[in-house]
Every structure is written in C-alpha cells, then in structure tokens.
C-alpha cells in the first residue's frame, strides 16, 4: 500500500512538473523583457463585445483544424454580411448586423445546405458572373462549390475541381491572371488528415498536397494550369494570395507553405509565373496565416506571416530539419522594397517574438492612416492549448513603425481557438469593427466605439476587374495606398469596402484606382468621412476599353480591306 502511495505521489509530482513546463512556454509574456511595448493611451481602439451566436463544430478525426469565413455584401447596402462555414456535421451560416446584434439570415438568402458528408474548409466572395450581385466560392473536401447571387439568393453549382487523391482542397484565392475578363483560381490544398504521418515533416518532398492553379474557360468552368504555369510543388498548404507585388498590373502570388518556406512568384503576363527569392526561400518555418497591406506608405505591398513563435520548443518544432540554423519560430515581416525585393523587418517592428499564430490581418482600427495587425491564436489540435490559452493579438501600430499589443485594452482578447480576425464597419460610423473567427468555440464579434479621426471608404463592388485593384489616396501630408484582395487572414476573406484612415487631415487631394486590366480611374477633391462609390467609374472604363477594342478592331479591318482591294 506504501509503494502504491509513493508511485501516486510521483505521478501527482510529474503531472505539476509537466504542467509548470507547458506554463513556462504558454503563460510567459514573450515580449515583456524584449521589447518597448507602451502606446498612448489616445492610440488604443475600444470595442464592445454584441451578440453573434454561431459555435463552430470541429470533427478532429476527419478535418482539416480551420474554420473558414468570408464577408460578403450580399444585398448591396455597404454592409457585410458574414458568412461561416460548418464543420462536417454542421451548415454553414450567414449572418447580418441588424440592431447592434448580428441574426441569422441563411433560410432568407437561401443558403444552400451542404449536409454532414463535408467540411468547410474555405471562402471566398466576388462576382463571378458581373451582374452586380457578389458571389461565394467555397472549397469542401468534395471540390469547389460556387454559389451564385441574384438578387441577394444563392444558386449551389458544383466546380469540377482538378485535385488529386491525396489532397484537400483549403484556402483560396482569386483574380484575372491573364486580365481576359474572367476569375481565376488559386486553390490551396492539404494532405487528407486520415494520411497525416506528423505535423513537423519538413524535408520528405514527397509528402503533401499539390495545390492548383485553375484558369478559367471563359464560362466559370476551370482547367488546371498548374505545372505549365510553372507552380507544380508538393506540400501542405493553408493559403496563397494573388497581389500585384511589383506594380506592374499582373497579379502576382503570395503562397505560404506550412512546415516549409514563403513563396513569391512573378506573373510573367503569360499564363506562367517565376518563384522570385525572398527572405524564407530555402529556409524553413510553419507560414500559416498572411496578412497583405502597406504598413510603412510608400506604395508597396507589404506582407506578415504568422509563425509558431515562442511557444514551442524548438527541439520539438524543427523535426526532421537537418541544418536546423535554417529553421525559424519567428513572426516575419516583409517590407517590399520594390522588384520583388523584401527585407524581413518584424524584429524593427517588434511583432518577431510572439506566441503560436494562426490567420492575421492588416487594417486600420483607429484611422490614423497605419496599418494595425491582428492575429488569431491557439492551436485546436494541441493539447496544452485547451488548458492554457493565448490572448490572441492586437497590434496597434505606433507613428515609429512598431506595434504594441492592447487587446486586454482594447477589449478584444480572445479565450477560443482562434482561426482569423474579420473587419469591417457593420454600423456605418467609419470606424471598423471586428470578428473573431474561433474554430470549435464560439466566434466573438465586437463594435468599434470610435473616435474623431476623419476617414475614407472607397466603394469598387466586386467585379472581375476590381479584383486585384490598387487604389492609393492622397492628401496633403501623407499617401495611403490599399489593395482589394481575396484570401487574406486564414482560409478566409475581408471586406471590399476599402478603408482609409485619415486622422486629423481634413481633406482628400485626389483618388486613383489602378484597375485588374490596367485601365486607371482618378478623383479630385472628394468629400471625406464617407463612401466613395466608384462603381460607376468602374463600369464606364470597362465600356471605354470595350469601344476602344472595338475600334481598333474595325480600324485593322478596313485597312486589311483597303490592301486586299490595292491588290
């Protein structure tokens, strides 16, 4: 009995052992003694948590551990409606902001049902068929599911999707890659879970999933361009995103390889794309979430990848590494510099040494004209994390360019499983809001409170050619510059109301829109603290183009007419 007691008392001290070791990891503050965190007080965003009931299902055994979601303006009033995909035995859902409370709205706009033999796993919303109403493409383990809008109800078609045995569709991304006025595809994929060998295999190539890219027939039927575009790899992958990187008017892409490297390849303008170096290529980390804006103003996109940070040891992380001065925890950062060159500035910034991140995203919470940063934490599948949780982050960045977490004061820290972060300004004050996007846990939505700082929202729609659009505001003292992407954060997707924050400047000197098929838009003098819709402009370029087209086309016939007749 004494020997039982003993054996007890031990176990009893191993399991306190084992659980101040996981503290040590989950509950340090891994910025504390690093860096200068303090914000003015006059910096810090607050929000209000409102009513959002969705609790996502997670079916562990047979899916992938995200949980996707999309803002889409469904009925063309400039609020988003929210869209979350189910678990395997769950429906997706939409809901809509109606009296400071978010309802749900799925048997109103007809959301098909998907039933219990899939998960969701990705989302994304643009106009597919351009007839004014912005359209859901989803990805399932099943293929691509694309729900067309008319007039704020869905029809379901199903997306013959080219994706081998071996590999699950997940995040996606959109845009005109051969700017002949149609969407294509970037379709994310990764291994099947019942296939999953382990979760720190960096170097067996032969281990993965194969994304694709999927060139659109004309008709929102696809056709994989994968290895012809030069883009055929094998490995797991949560997410890419298509951007313009180096202003040329090609969209170009971003993709993020978990156990593996960034990846930025050039559009060549030619239905093929070239892998450009940048500061992961060769190395190794685990890219899972990705952010896109331009945090420093000067006209370029800038990029943040989420990392596993400091919370695991990286004798643990780094698996089957062999020179493992290649491998990094490291929240990274790239500033681009122009013609695909990028310096990793996250340790400049102080956002290097955070904890295990999922989805993040770039947006402006307090419209000062920076770029702030949220990103979602802690892992379903870990089980440390179901006893200590991660606060998820909110960065708020400083006039010097740094980043300093307030989500305890802002009132946006997060208990959950979080996957991304949504925002959007669901009550039209100019002020965006927010959404945490949580997998098997409730998602948690809240209201900015606001402030005095004078803003611009930029209104495009969603058609083919906005997709990818660049649009730069100018004032008096500062140029902001924004991108309409799909994809960012984590299998998800974020507004198309485009939003500029202009602190104290009261007024706006001129707005270009750089379109997906290079034609330009430019407004003098508009009025501030509002919606610009362009939606208009938008249109009568794309008419412009079309006569002009046309045009030239009759001007070649005559003249192949007059030579046949000097003939």
Known sequence: MKLIKNLLKLVGLAAVLFILFMMSFFWRDSVSDKYDISISEKEIPKFTPITLDFVHQYQGKKSLPIAPSALIDINNDNVDEVFFGGGMEQEDAIFAYRNNAFVDISKKVNLPKKGTASTTVGAVSADFDNNGFTDLILSREDGLHLYYNTNGSFTEVLVDTPVNAKSNP???????IDKDGDLDIFLATYIKKELMEGQNIFEDYD?????????????????????????????????????????????????????????????????????KANPM???????????????????????????????????????????????????????????????????????????????????????????????GENYVDFPPSKLFKLPSRVLIQKADGTFAPTE???????????????????????????????????????????????????????????????????TPNKTLTEWLVTGEGLASDQTALLQFGLGTTARVLNVKVQLANAKEISIDHPEINGILDLKAEVEKALIDEATEEATIEDATETVSQLTTEDQ
């Open 170 to 176: 997940a995040g996606i991304t959109v845009a005109d």
């Open 207 to 275: 281990y993965g999933a194969t994304s694709e890219l999927l060139l659109n027939n004309g008709d929102n039927t696809f056709k994989s361009i994968t290895k012809a575009a030069g883009l055929d790899y094998v490995h797991n992958t949560f997410q890419g995103v298509f951007v313009d990187i180096d202003n040329d008017t090609w969209q170009d892409l971003v993709v993020v390889h978990d156990t593996g490297e960034v990846r930025t390849y050039k559009n060549n303008g030619d239905l093929t794309f070239t892998m």
């Open 281 to 375: 290529t060769k190395r190794f980390a685990y890219p899972m979430g990705l952010a896109v804006g331009d945090y420093n103003n000067d006209g370029w996109a800038d990029f943040m990848f989420s990392n596993t940070g400091s919370t695991l040891p990286n004798k643990i992380a780094h698996g089957d590494i062999k020179d493992t001065s290649l491998f990094t925890d490291k929240w990274m950062l790239f500033e681009n510099q122009g013609n695909f060159k990028f310096t990793d500035v996250a340790e400049t910034a102080k956002i290097a040494d955070y904890e295990f991140a999922w989805g993040c995203t770039f947006a402006d919470l307090n419209n000062d004209g920076l770029q702030d940063l949220m990103v």
């Open 408 to 474: 305890a004061e802002s009132g946006l820290s997060n208990p959950h499983f979080a996957i991304t972060s949504l925002v959007s300004d669901f009550n039209n004050d100019g002020y965006l809001d927010m959404i945490w996007v949580n997998i098997d846990s409730p998602a948690l939505a809240y209201i900015n409170k606001g402030g005095t700082h004078n803003y611009l929202q930029v209104d495009l729609g969603e058609s083919v050619n906005v997709q990818g659009a660049k649009v730069t505001v100018t």
